[in-house]
């Protein structure tokens, strides 16, 4: 029988704040935290954002990072997620370990910031932090030795095809630990492009909503610390929880369109489940990719009702909360569907009230109370690049 592999640290920082338990809170009392726009800098201010309240100078106060090292704010994000996630899993460097790092970005909002100045010789420091394999190579150095690492860029599903790359590394005996997720910031190359593709919400979000006119974007980033069982008892960690379950596929078939069918969608989401050992019927809530715009919310509808048939498990988007968080959304998705499953609680989907007419899927409208043994996060992206994610209850093998 193959070894569990279990969680024992997490770590988050959205537009809803820096933290779990602030993370939690703010889901409970369905906080509402997409708005205008305050650190980036564009002449768009009137497309709502799921934006991080800190500056990238308090960002580098709170990590006590001084003006001589060059970082952006995409690293800047993850270090604050990543900090926490290793605080509450008190992994030791004894133990070999990856860093997977599921981004985009990188550097680039310091890029369009000062490109016209990199002619003239100023602020060139900047250009080697552009690639987004160079925030991870600076979050790794900042926080020492790992046995692997490596960057996972595959749009929106990045940071949850980080999770399982780590997983998948522990069970073949690479490693006996992972650090997996993603960060994101915001970056006009986001805004004005996913603008162009005229997918972008002028107001709040509304996922699986008849009405609903597209996206909110948004930052943050969130790791968890994943490792062999066997490793994690060892040590005495307090194992939250288990990954039992996920699934990446890859149906290719259009660049940003979803196919009729959804099969990479339906394939992620069935496969997760067979590797789980799970049935249908096991699932306790979907914390679905959910993004608001009206091919992804049809088609993940389709795929639902593919997989679970008339007996959907309860469901809902929190990007209705944090925006669209692209490649860093499975992780700051995986951290939220963990305190889902640890505290016995489905957060709301924001701002729905009426039904895709095709499919009739009606999601959770507000926050639920509820003991949870098995929750699935999925994560879609562009080229039909599909993962799901299954975090179960630990039970000690």
Known sequence: MTEKIVITGYGIISSLGSGVE??????????????????????????????????DEELKHQLGIGNDVVITRTPLLALIALKEALETSKLTDQISTAFINGTTVGGMEKSEKYYNDFFEGKHTEYIAAHDCGAGTELVSHLFGRFDFMTTISTACSSAANSVILGADLIKTGRVDAAIVGGTESLSKFHLNGFNSLMILEHQPCRPFEKSNQGLNLGEGAGYIVIERESVAKARGAHILCELSGYANTCDAFHQTATSET???????????????????????????????????????????KRVFGEHIPPFSSTKSFTGHTTSAAGAVESVISILALQHGFIPANLGFSEPIEATGLIPVKKTIQKELNHVMTNSFGFGGNDSSCIFSKYQPS
């Open 262 to 304: 959804s099969e990479g969608e339906y394939k992620a989401m069935t496969q997760a489940l067979h590797k789980a050992h799970l049935e249908t019927t096991d699932i306790d809530y979907i914390n679905a990719h959910g993004t608001g715009t009206a091919d992804n919310d049809l088609h993940e509808s389709i795929a639902l």
């Open 22 to 55: 602030k993370t939690r809170e703010a889901l409970l009392k369905e906080e509402k935290s997409i708005g205008r726009v305050a650190h980036l800098c564009t002449k768009h201010t009137e497309i709502p954002c799921g934006e991080v309240k800190e500056s």
